[in-house]
């Protein structure tokens, strides 16, 4: 059974918004999406604002009279500044949580062609992460925008589809993994398995990576690597650097690690630079460090790493 294509998508308050009868000699984006050629859309669940509710209704007219079997639903939105990432990202994606999503028997398109350039962008992000079940759809105008029907483009962002950048993102994985391997062919399925996940995580996650295992084993190298190949891919910038952590010892172990202000503990007689920040990014001796006081805390000083340090890797040797 054929599922039911249902769209959503947002009011343009600029592109939607003609009067009389010279709007149907001029192309607006959310009328011309019901009335493609190419497809029907059972409904459209069309998002305005609370103050834009005569213009939803004009429009939700016209698609009555242009695609008689299409259902409109109009939806008020209220986002604070639609302009605003954070302020449209919630609004659309509470609507998203809210929505009564039914896969089985309705296929999703987001309009992507109204609404702000940020709202645009929020409808990416919630598709491409799956929090919202669709696929994008994109509208064009006609040449010199006369008519109101245009072209439609739909988006399938699974790139496992697209057959030419499947192949490109496998050639990818590829070489990323014998990059970790420096280029040596193995036989050991356990191994490659092991070098596959570890390139699959590297290239994915900015978290820090943690190796383990006996001496001479290879962590320095295999960290080199991973390093190497996150900053081919423009994911950490500055040096690598090695930290032999034989030799941190006792109390001075984290006081190298983690840097100490003067008089912090009985010993602590200077300022100590340290090496690790707590989210893992690794800094060298070029840390900079910022005088600013915190209001109410005069004792004590911030600190602030440098774009020189920022993101450098450490092994633990």
């Known amino acids: 059974m054929r599922r039911r294509i249902v769209a959503i998508g947002l009011l343009g308050t600029t592109l939607d918004r ?26 459209l669940e069309l998002l305005h604002a609370p103050e834009a509710l005569s213009l939803a209704q004009v429009v939700a ?3 009555r009279r242009v695609a008689p079997g299409t259902a409109v639903r109009l939806r008020p939105l209220s986002v604070a500044d639609p302009w605003d990432f954070e302020a449209a990202y919630a609004a659309l994606d509470d609507f998203a949580r809210g929505y009564p999503f039914d ?25 491409e992460s799956r929090r919202l079940s669709a696929r994008l759809v994109q509208t064009s105008p006609p040449p010199g925008r006369r008519g109101h029907v245009g072209a439609t483009q739909v988006i399938d962002l699974d790139l496992s589809r697209y057959d030419r950048l499947a192949r490109r993102a496998a050639a990818e994985h590829t070489t990323g993994a014998s990059f970790l391997k420096a280029g040596i062919a193995t036989r050991n399925a356990a191994f490659n398995r092991l070098i ?26 295999l960290a080199r690597r991973i390093y190497e190949l996150k900053r081919a891919r423009r994911q950490v910038s500055g040096p690598f650097v090695e930290v032999n952590c034989a030799t941190l010892r ?68």
């Open 18 to 43: 003609e009067s009389g009868k010279a709007r149907w000699e001029r192309w607006r984006p959310t009328v011309a999406l019901c009335a493609q050629d190419e497809f029907e859309v059972a409904r």
């Open 61 to 63: 007219a016209d698609i």
């Open 196 to 221: 596959e996940r570890i390139e699959r995580v590297a290239v994915s996650s900015t978290d820090p990576l943690l190796l383990t295992g006996p001496t001479g084993a290879g962590k320095t190298e």
């Open 250 to 317: 006792g109390d001075a172990a984290m006081s190298a690690l983690f840097g100490h202000v003067k008089g912090a503990f009985t010993e602590g007689a200077s300022v100590i630079r340290f090496l690790l920040t707590w989210r893992g990014r690794a800094c060298g001796p070029s840390r900079r460090w910022c005088g600013r006081r915190s209001a109410g805390r005069s004792s004590r000083r911030r600190l602030r790493p440098s774009s020189a340090c920022r993101g450098a890797s450490y092994a633990a040797a």
């Open 103 to 127: 896969t089985a028997h309705e296929e999703y398109l987001v309009h992507i062609t109204t609404g702000t350039h940020v709202e645009q962008i929020c409808w990416f992000l919630l598709v």
